[in-house]
Each structure stands twice: as C-alpha cells, then as structure tokens.
C-alpha cells in the first residue's frame, strides 16, 4: 500500500513539473525572438516604399519606351508612306507628259468638243461659272479650302503641318490668282463675248 501511495505521489509530482517546465521554456523561447522595436520597423517601412518607388519607376519607363518606340514605327511608317506618294506622283506625271506628247491629235478633238460645249452655252450662264470658279478659288471663303488642301498635302507626302507656311501661301496665291482672273476678263472676256463680261461685272456689283 505505502509503495503504490508512494508511486502516485511520484506521478503527481511528475505531472505538475511538467507544466512548470514548459512555462519555462516559454521565456526562453521569447527572449530567442525577441520582439522588433519601433525603429526597425519604420525602417522596413522605408525599404519597402524605395522597393515599390523603384518599381514603379522601372514600369513608367518601360512605358515609355513601349509608347517612344511606338511613335517611332509611326513616324517611319509616314515617311516611307510620303515618299512612296512622291514616287507614284512623280511617275504619274510622266506618263501624263508622255501621253500628251503622243496623243496630240485626241487633244485636238478634246479642246474642239469643249469649246463647243462652252461656246453654246448663254452669257449667263457662262458668267455664273466664271463667278464660282473666283469665288472657288480667289473668294472670301476660298481660304478655308486653301487650307484644307495644304492639310491634304501635307498629310500625303507625310510632312509635319506648318502653319506659318500655309499662312503665307494662303495670303500670297489667291491674290496672285485674283490678278490673273481680272487680267483675263479684261484682256481675253470682253473681246470674245462682250455681253458676259457686263453680267459678270453687273452680278459682282
């Protein structure tokens, strides 16, 4: 009886040690982790916002060599596209040159049928087109399509828009022009169909 009463108290003894071991294992355990203190971590903190700044970055500029190289591809892209235009245009005004070198006789006939259609039709009617061919070209809103028709140009032979250029052209050509018109009608109008001019002259006033 005293030997088994004897054991249990052993075992008893063995079982609350236990516990108190492991409690006191935790401490070391704590201090092999110490916690981190406040300094640390606000270090960390600027490590990581350098990371994310260096990051992003190394992103913009990739994006923006993606978007450079883009616009590059497209700048070539209208420079070969102007100069296969000027290539074609200049090849198509030769054959032009050449076709009226040889067929001299098929614009005889074609200057012969529209001198005919013009010369049949009424002075009023030939004064109402000489009114919209200055008005077309020499008028009050003939700037606009000058303009629109740089812009055309430009755009075909792939050169960048020149703003001061089209200025200048549109305030030096249509006057040219307009000279040339009036030098026309004075010199060539009134000598060949009299009555037309006096319309064209009445309708302007």
């Known amino acids: 009886?005293?030997?088994?009463i004897v054991l249990e108290q052993a075992q008893e003894?063995?079982?609350t040690s236990a516990p108190k071991k492991t409690a006191s294992e935790k401490p070391e355990e704590s201090t092999?982790?110490?916690?981190?203190?406040g300094s640390e971590q606000s270090?960390?903190?600027?490590?990581?916002?350098?990371?994310t700044a260096s990051?992003?970055?190394?992103?913009?500029?990739?994006?923006?060599?993606?978007?450079?190289?883009?616009i590059l591809k497209r700048f070539n892209a209208e420079s070969l596209d102007g100069v296969k235009n000027l290539l074609a245009d200049i090849t198509a005004a030769f054959v032009f040159y050449l076709f009226l070198l040889s067929g001299r006789k098929e614009l005889e006939t074609i200057k012969e049928f529209l001198d005919e259609v013009l010369y049949s039709l009424n002075d009023n009617a030939k004064a109402f087109l000489i009114i919209i061919a200055t008005d077309t070209f020499v008028?009050?809103?003939s700037s606009e399509g000058w303009d629109a028709l740089l812009t055309v140009?430009?755009?075909?032979?792939?050169l960048p828009e020149n703003k001061i250029l089209a200025q200048s052209?549109?305030?030096?050509?249509?006057?040219?022009?307009?000279?040339l018109f009036k030098f026309w009608i004075f010199q060539y109008l009134t000598q060949a169909s009299p009555a037309t001019a006096t319309i064209y002259r009445e309708m302007n006033e």
């Open 1 to 4: 009886m005293i030997k088994s």
């Open 13 to 15: 003894k063995q079982e």
């Open 32 to 37: 092999n982790n110490p916690k981190k203190t």
């Open 43 to 51: 270090e960390e903190r600027t490590v990581n916002a350098k990371k």
């Open 55 to 70: 990051e992003q970055s190394e992103e913009l500029e990739k994006l923006i060599q993606e978007e450079s190289v883009k």
């Open 139 to 141: 008028g009050f809103h």
């Open 153 to 158: 140009l430009f755009s075909h032979f792939g």
């Open 169 to 179: 052209f549109i305030s030096t050509v249509p006057v040219f022009l307009d000279g």
